[in-house]
């Protein structure tokens, strides 16, 4: 069957039974940055450990448990990948037939010809709960998420979580078939095993911190409203009012010239103050997760997920003092366009939702306090090290060969 759309949005407590929502957290201006929420979708939280020193975790021992034995999930399937339809197909089996679990699919997915011809799978399929992602909210039905396919397919389920106040995502377990796979750990040919592992909880995870993303429009000048898809927020009333979407990014956003010949040129403030203006072709603010995506490839160092902080990368700077900058996570970021300005800017959020900034307009960019819950393959240290090894080849050279003892003499 198919899920309502817009239900009322419940929260659950890891020692507390079901209430009502509370309001939003209030940010607050702190060095660490605001504290992440630790439940994760209806079931899942944290595991407590009270050995924690000056709230600096051993990454290693973040583990996922459940309040609940998990389930239902969410199956996010790369679109129109024909390798990975079989994998589906086996994977939705097992978990409808072997785990008799509630299995919610992309209504766009099924409507691949290659699954919806195919009648030796409609009594599986039929078993699906489908959804529109621009349409219904499932983020109190799904208890953890399984991706098949590359990288995207773990920002795609990020995206699929937006709506205010309750952006938590439930856990999030990626099989790697796609190209890269830097945020994919699992191995999809031992997949039975490594799903009984995850639903008897107490597996490694690594809490992936998102950007909250406030695109303000100044509609004074009738320009362009802000994407129907974004959350709409208004200040005031009549003409001068201003209309808002908020977003949740995983990676970056990316302010960019766009079409424009001429360099971008906008001011960065740091909890209201001006730190620089930016004149190149845009910058980055991304989260550690980001930083081993377009960040690095402009010259940014790459950071661990669990260090708390926001990256500042410039894209192309014409200054040769210009360089990538890290911030603590707990600051307040806003991007506008300067003054001196000939041109429009661009603005992108993991790729996503590509809208024009005009003169008047501010991007205020902080830390979420919902991160995206990444389920490891072994532990948050050993998997990144893992990805940078085997999907980078960071440090891969020649090894030097050691002195014979005639060549010391030399």
């Known amino acids: 069957g198919e899920t309502r759309s817009r239900p009322q949005r419940l929260y659950v407590n890891c020692c507390s039974s079901t209430s009502l929502s509370p309001p939003p957290p209030r940010r607050t201006q702190s060095l660490h940055g605001p504290s992440p929420v ?9 595991l407590h450990n009270p050995n924690t020193i000056m709230h600096i975790q051993d990454p290693a021992s973040q583990r996922l448990t459940w309040n609940k034995p998990p389930k ?125 592992q995850v639903i008897e909880g107490n597996v490694s995870i690594v809490l992936r911190s998102r950007l909250r993303v406030r695109v303000q429009k100044d509609s004074r000048e009738k320009r362009a409203k802000v994407e129907e898809n974004g959350v709409i927020l208004t200040n005031g009333d009549g003409e001068g009012m201003h209309k808002a979407a908020q977003y949740q990014v995983l990676n970056e956003v990316v302010v960019d010239r766009g079409p424009s010949s ?63 900058i890290v911030v603590p996570a707990g600051v307040e970021l806003k991007v506008m366009l300067s003054s001196e300005a000939r041109n429009t800017a661009w603005v992108s959020f ?23 819950p990444s389920i490891c393959f072994r532990d948050p240290v050993t998997d990144w090290f893992e990805s940078l090894a085997q999907c980078l080849h960071w440090n891969v050279r020649k090894k030097q060969h050691h002195l014979t003892s005639e060549e010391e003499e030399f």
Do not use: W
């Not at 630790?38 to 944290?46: D, E, L, R, S």
């Not at 403030?269 to 001006?274: C, N, V």
């Not at 930083?291 to 990256?311: K, L, Q, R």
């Not at 939702?353 to 919902?370: A, L, M, N, V, Y």
């Open 38 to 46: 630790t439940t994760f979708g209806p079931k899942a939280c944290m």
């Open 72 to 196: 239902s999930v969410l199956v996010i399937k790369k679109i129109r990948d024909a390798g990975l339809l079989q994998p589906f197909k086996e994977l939705c089996t097992f978990l409808t037939e072997v785990k008799s679990m509630i299995v919610y699919v992309e209504r766009k997915v099924l409507e691949d010809p290659a699954i919806a011809g195919d009648d030796a799978f409609r009594t599986t399929m039929n078993k699906f709960c489908t959804f529109r992602d621009d349409l219904d909210d499932i983020s109190n039905y799904v208890d953890f998420i399984i991706c098949l396919g590359g990288d995207g397919t773990l920002l795609y389920a990020s995206s699929l979580f937006q709506v205010t106040p309750t952006e938590s995502v439930p856990p999030v377990m990626a099989f790697h078939l796609g190209s890269l796979g830097f945020l994919t750990p699992f191995n999809f040919d031992t997949y039975q095993s490594q799903l009984n």
């Open 262 to 324: 001429y360099l971008s040129n906008v001011d960065l403030f740091l909890d209201g103050h001006l730190i620089t203006t930016v004149q190149g072709d845009g910058v980055i603010v991304s989260t550690p997760t980001g930083s081993t995506a377009y960040a690095v490839a402009a010259g940014a160092s790459m950071i661990h997920p669990n260090v708390p902080a926001i990256m500042i990368t410039p894209i192309c700077p014409h200054s040769l003092s210009f360089r990538p």
């Open 350 to 372: 993991d790729g996503r939702k590509r809208q024009e900034i005009c003169h008047g307009d501010s991007i205020t960019i902080t830390t979420s306090c919902f991160p995206v």
